[in-house]
């Protein structure tokens, strides 16, 4: 399984932005998440999915600002950011869970990663 995360880029504070991942594949049953990485600081839990939709959740810095969604059918999973703080600056990653039936925020929980995106946010 493959993943691709495409959309980072550069705006200023208060600005949007918004990453998608394409997964390589159909899958049966999974979580997708979103992580990022900050220079010097672990990578940390944004927002997950499982795969209907029916669920998602949120780290409490995001919660408000981020959204996540997804399209089955397309196999894509996409994180709308508004708001957008200079703290939010961080390398962002996408990441599927095969064997998920909750959310997991820890990221080694997952099994598949995307190479990463940079996002960085302008004060």
């Known amino acids: 399984v493959e993943l691709a995360e495409y959309g980072g880029g550069l705006v200023t504070a208060g600005g949007s932005l918004s990453l998608s991942c394409g997964v390589s594949?159909?899958?049966?049953?999974?979580?997708m998440g979103w992580f990022r990485q900050a220079p010097g600081k672990e990578r940390e839990f944004v927002a997950g999915?499982?795969?209907?939709?029916?669920?998602?959740s949120y780290a409490d810095p995001v919660k408000g600002r981020f959204t996540i969604s997804r399209d089955s059918a397309k196999n894509t999973a996409n994180l709308q950011m508004n708001s957008l703080k200079p703290e939010d600056t961080a390398v962002y990653y996408c990441?599927?869970?095969?064997?998920?039936?909750?959310?997991?925020?820890?990221?080694?929980?997952?099994?598949?990663w995307g190479q990463g995106t940079q996002v960085t946010v302008s004060s």
């Open positions: 990441a599927v869970d095969l064997s998920a039936h909750i959310i997991e925020t820890r990221a080694s929980e997952y099994d598949y």
């Open positions: 999915m499982t795969l209907n939709g029916g669920r998602t």
């Open positions: 594949r159909s899958l049966t049953s999974y979580v």
